[in-house]
């Protein structure tokens, strides 16, 4: 299978490293484009597993330059995308689609400006997976983008958790209006 290069790594299988496997490849938008359904094969497997998690992308490429002297100038950066909650198996498509754009704009960001480098290859292409427990404080996962769209639910949002006590204490004990 694909996943054999696994790395397993601390707190009880708690967080995984995957590289990804893929040929050397001189454009990025090429690597992200055929590893996409690898990746996303990855991570709805671990979902099955974990339930939740959270995952984000590492692409280290490697970018040279010419100085004015003529000496070459080699840079290989690690480029990340945000860590992103999946919960849903629909959702990874999307949020993958999500982190390869966050991934070309620091690209782009390190292409640009005057700098003068340009991508020679793709070194590595790592994917990070770390558990999710949705059921913990002061944590707000996204709602399921079907449960979104129904318009019908509020997700609290709060920084100590009281509004959260609130809504609890009103189902326990609604507060009566008097006339």
Same mark, same amino acid.
Do not use: M
């Given at each position: 299978?694909?996943?054999?290069?696994?790395?397993?790594?601390?707190?009880?299988? +708690?967080?995984?490293?995957?590289?990804?496997? %893929?040929?050397?490849?001189?454009?990025?938008?090429?690597?992200?484009?055929?590893?996409?359904?690898?990746?996303?094969?990855?991570?709805?497997?671990?979902?099955?597993?974990?339930?939740?998690?959270? @995952?984000?992308?590492?692409?280290?490429?490697?970018?040279?330059?010419? *100085?004015?002297?003529?000496?070459?100038?080699?840079?290989?950066?690690?480029?990340?995308?945000?860590? +992103?909650?999946?919960?849903?198996?629909?959702?990874?498509?999307?949020? &993958?689609?999500?982190?390869?754009?966050?991934?070309?704009? &620091?690209?782009?960001?390190?292409?640009?400006?005057? %700098?003068? @480098?340009?991508? *020679?290859?793709?070194?590595?292409?790592?994917?990070?997976?770390? +558990?999710?427990?949705?059921?913990?404080?002061? %944590?707000?996962?996204?709602?399921?983008?079907?449960?979104?769209?129904?318009?019908?639910?509020?997700?609290?949002?709060?920084?100590? *958790?009281?509004?959260?006590?609130?809504?609890?204490?009103?189902?326990?004990?609604?507060?009566?209006?008097?006339?």
């Amino acid at each position: 299978k694909l996943w054999r290069n696994w790395k397993r790594k601390s707190c009880l299988n +708690t967080f995984l490293t995957v590289e990804v496997p %893929s040929k050397e490849y001189c454009d990025l938008i090429e690597c992200l484009k055929d590893t996409k359904n690898d990746i996303h094969d990855i991570i709805n497997e671990e979902l099955g597993i974990r339930r939740a998690l959270k @995952f984000y992308l590492t692409v280290r490429p490697q970018l040279s330059r010419a *100085d004015p002297d003529g000496h070459e100038t080699i840079s290989t950066p690690y480029l990340c995308s945000l860590p +992103t909650i999946v919960l849903e198996s629909s959702d990874i498509h999307e949020q &993958l689609d999500e982190a390869g754009d966050r991934i070309k704009h &620091l690209l782009d960001l390190h292409e640009g400006r005057g %700098s003068g @480098f340009s991508l *020679d290859r793709i070194l590595e292409c790592q994917l990070n997976i770390a +558990t999710f427990d949705v059921t913990g404080g002061s %944590s707000n996962p996204p709602l399921p983008k079907y449960i979104q769209s129904k318009n019908a639910t509020v997700n609290i949002k709060s920084k100590n *958790d009281k509004n959260f006590l609130y809504c609890l204490s009103y189902v326990r004990k609604p507060v009566v209006e008097h006339a």
